[in-house]
């Protein structure tokens, strides 16, 4: 159930440049130990940045569902515990040669990492303030 203070939350969130809806993303995926991607019949949905293939990749079942618009409306939100996706997918994705969207928006692409780059940022310890 969302409630209206979740969808101002969700709203204030989204309209975060790339560079804090990055820090949100790893706050989020240290505190629940998980990443959220989109699935469709074929698998791992992927987007093209430039000439780059591209896993998007989001904190929260939320906001990968609310990116499953347009051509994308099939699709179904898939949480990868954190310790599958450094384990499996981070070489998988380098085998590969693909790219990680973190935190894409409508309006934005997010931050594009090497998937060892993401590995290190899930990695880090959780800061505390």
Do not use: S
């Not at 790339?18 to 074929?42: C, G, H, P, S, Y």
Request: glycine share 6%; net charge negative; hydrophobic share 35%.
């Amino acid at each position: 159930m969302t409630t209206a203070n979740n969808t101002e939350q969700h709203d204030v969130i989204l309209g975060l440049g790339a560079k804090k809806r990055l820090a949100f993303m790893f706050e989020t995926t240290q505190q629940f130990k998980q990443v959220w991607i989109l699935n469709d019949d074929d698998g791992c949905v992927m987007l093209t940045n430039e000439d780059d293939d591209c896993v998007p990749v989001w904190p929260t079942r939320e906001f990968a569902q609310a990116w499953a618009t347009g051509e994308w409306e099939g699709c179904t939100p898939k949480a990868i515990p954190t310790q599958d996706w450094i384990n499996r997918w981070t070489p998988g994705l380098e085998d590969d040669d693909l790219l990680i969207a973190v935190f894409p928006t409508e309006d934005d692409d997010g931050t594009i990492l090497f998937p060892d780059e993401f590995d290190t940022q899930l990695k880090m310890p959780k800061k505390k303030y």
